[in-house]
């Protein structure tokens, strides 16, 4: 009787703690009149940075859509455009880029310049800025050697040339050049305000300015941003939307009452996520919407931590997991369960490196490197696996813990943190195993590969390297083709999954629901959004 007390009391505590979020959010005032356009969408967190050079989580990257452009951008229908250049010439050699900028502005009325973005650039490899991943440079002529070096920054082949000539020069032609500086990480920043104000992308927005479709209204923390059409954008013209108001909603249900309230006109991926529970119903409102993109859910092996710097602990666990009964049982979502670590999309030859769910193979691999470690059953220590504090996450995790436990004969722990916190704990390494979802700027499976490259990479969170996987990336670089470019690429992903620095476990499904008013919102080939060209009927 105890129990159904307690069980009624901890019911009514969430009901009431549900009911005071929703008036939280229902009660914050918004700077629009009720006449103007303005599409609302739902946050999972609330974005880390302002500088895109910066932010590694998918929600701050999705955020910089709103508030940057960059020279080029993908249009409406999904092609890679010129955007804030407004013509280029190539060498004969695709090495060398002149860009030509259009007359644009920044949020603040300044005229933006090629000194801007040959200013930000260069900035990204300072080691002292930490960057979120300035590999992204590195086929510009001597930005490897500067970044290594701290020296000849002046050297680096990013010039301007006068306020509205950019000139890019490359160690070796990249196919996919044009659509790699449309990534966040090659947008410009306001070279004027990041020297006088070098705190500008704090979140107090004192200096802060964009130069995309939208700038920042306001921001109530840990609750609402409310952006606005942004006057001095070059194609004003044509984004419809007067505004976006972006709840920050961490409960799945949450969002989901505010959504069928019609206070919400989107809510989902890639900015949030439908409750796991709910997918079975949802996905019978003609409002319901899924699309696959570019991204992998994996468990990443701290490959420092004992006892999972051993590749066959590591590999053990990775054949122990049965991916059919995930996404059948517990996520519901119809995911393609991933035997490979480049997405389909990204990789049209790739192959399966294991069998999915194969224990007796687990088994023996796992005795292997126990031998390996001296090690036995009774004397296996526990492993911690980590996780963000997610309803859906949290199933995965309890699935996962049941299998490894059931399979192998080891503890395994969990350990669930708030979003940010969880981060934090990724990026300093304290942490043995956990549940990530990795998501690529664009579609060359070149640069997915070299987020593991280096140990000491920011965005290396399995603090992973082989001198074998190193010489494969670059040998695939200056390939002459594409054919022998995809040779060298394979090559690399077999080192990688021998070494199995991460296990994966999926390619994600997204679903979202959106109102039927909000129309022409882009859904890119790697899954961000764009609102750019968004209207509401």
């Known amino acids: 009787m105890k129990r159904i007390y307690l069980a009624i009391i901890f019911s009514v505590f969430c009901l009431a703690l549900l009911v005071l979020q929703y008036f939280y959010f229902k009660d914050t005032p918004t700077p629009f009149e009720k006449s103007e356009k303005v599409a609302k969408i739902s946050l999972i967190s609330e974005p880390l940075s302002l500088d895109p ?15 940057y452009d960059g020279l080029t951008r993908r249009t409406f229908d999904g092609k890679i455009e010129l955007s804030l250049a407004k013509s280029f010439k190539v060498g004969k050699k695709g090495r060398r880029y002149e860009f030509t ?47 290594q070096s701290q020296k000849d920054f002046e050297k680096v082949g990013v010039k301007a040339e006068g306020s509205s000539k950019l000139v890019i020069t490359l160690e070796e032609a990249d196919p996919y050049f044009l659509e790699l500086i ?16 070098p705190n500008w992308s704090d979140l107090t927005l004192k200096h802060f300015v964009g ?100 590749p066959k602990i590591r590999k053990a666990l990775t054949l122990a997991i049965n991916r059919k009964d995930l996404v059948d049982y517990v996520s519901h979502g119809g995911e393609e369960i991933a035997l490979s670590l480049l997405p389909r999309t990204m990789h049209a030859d790739k192959q399966n490196y294991f069998e999915d769910g194969d224990l007796v193979k687990a088994k023996e691999l796992l005795q292997e490197g126990m031998l390996e470690l001296g090690l036995s059953k009774e004397s296996f220590p526990k492993i911690v696996y980590s996780f963000p504090n997610i309803h859906s996450r ?100 077999e080192i990688f999954m021998d070494e199995m620095p991460v296990a994966p476990i999926f ?6 629901l959106k109102q039927p008013h909000l129309k022409k919102v882009l859904i890119t080939p790697v899954g961000s959004l764009d609102f750019k060209w968004a209207t509401l009927d």
């Open 101 to 147: 900028l259009r007359e644009a502005y920044w949020s603040n009325g300044e005229l933006l310049t090629a000194y801007d973005f040959e200013y930000s650039w260069k900035k990204i490899l300072d080691k002292s800025f930490l960057a979120h991943n300035p590999e992204y440079m590195f086929n510009i002529k001597h930005a490897k050697k500067a970044y």
């Open 182 to 197: 449309s990534n966040k990480s090659f947008f410009p920043i306001n070279r004027r305000i990041d020297l006088k104000h």
């Open 211 to 310: 130069c995309g479709p939208f700038v920042i209204k306001r921001w109530f923390h840990r609750n609402k941003i409310s952006l606005k059409k942004n006057p001095y954008y070059w194609d004003e013209q044509n984004v419809q939307l007067d505004g976006v108001e972006l709840y920050i909603i961490e409960d799945e249900m949450t969002q989901i009452s505010m959504y069928e309230s019609k206070e919400l006109d989107w809510i989902g991926a890639p900015l949030s996520l439908l409750p796991v529970d709910a997918l079975s119903k949802l996905k019978n409102s003609p409002n319901f919407g899924s699309y696959r993109s570019s991204s992998l859910y994996f468990c990443c092996f701290n490959t420092e931590a004992y006892p999972l710097n051993n």
């Open 507 to 512: 390619f994600p499904m997204n679903y979202y």
């Open 394 to 493: 949290r199933l995965l995790a309890q699935a996962l813990q049941q299998q490894w436990e059931k399979a192998l004969g080891i503890k395994i722990s969990l350990q669930s943190t708030e979003w940010q916190v969880f981060l934090s704990d990724i990026k300093s390494k304290k942490y043995q195993m956990a549940g990530i979802t990795r998501a690529t700027q664009h579609l060359d499976p070149l640069y997915f590969l070299a987020l593991f490259k280096k140990k000491n990479q920011l965005v290396n969170y399995a603090h992973w390297e082989s001198k074998k996987f190193q010489d494969l990336l670059l040998e695939a670089k200056k390939a002459p083709d594409i054919k022998s470019r995809k040779y060298f690429i394979s090559k690399a992903e």
């Open 53 to 67: 050079r910066k932010s590694s989580d998918g929600v701050t990257s999705q955020f910089f859509n709103f508030c």
